[in-house]
């Protein structure tokens, strides 16, 4: 069964501003520390955030100050503002634990961002 699906990716200019949804099930989320991670053509996958098992956040630094992860406890949720973004963010964004399950990576949602 699905245990994380991600969602709320689409086109945006440059300089605007995307939610990401992931949503897991409940027994991924209680136990995990969970994080975003994107992957952009002819790159590797990359970690963009993550959200401790006590859900402290932590960002790589292309995305402090620009990027928050966030969690809703009772809807087994997890968040990623992402804002003043940049043609550089375009890619395939992933939600998974941290780290991650290779069983556990899904479709991912696209982030297009366009100058």
């Known amino acids: 069964q699905v245990q994380l699906a991600e969602s709320g990716g689409h086109l945006v200019q440059a300089g605007g501003s995307l939610r990401l949804t992931c949503v897991a099930s409940?027994?991924?989320?209680?136990?995990?520390?969970m994080g975003w991670y994107r992957q952009a053509p002819g790159k590797q996958r990359e970690l963009v955030a993550f959200?401790?098992?006590?859900?402290?956040?932590s960002y790589e630094g292309y995305g402090k100050g620009r990027f928050t992860i966030s969690t809703d406890n009772v809807k087994n949720t997890v968040y990623l503002q992402m804002d003043s973004l940049e043609s550089e963010d375009t890619a395939l964004y992933y939600c998974n634990t941290v780290p991650p399950l290779e069983n556990y990576w899904g479709r991912g949602t696209q982030v297009t961002v366009s100058s």
């Open positions: 409940k027994n991924v989320f209680k136990i995990n520390a």
């Open positions: 959200i401790s098992r006590d859900r402290k956040p």
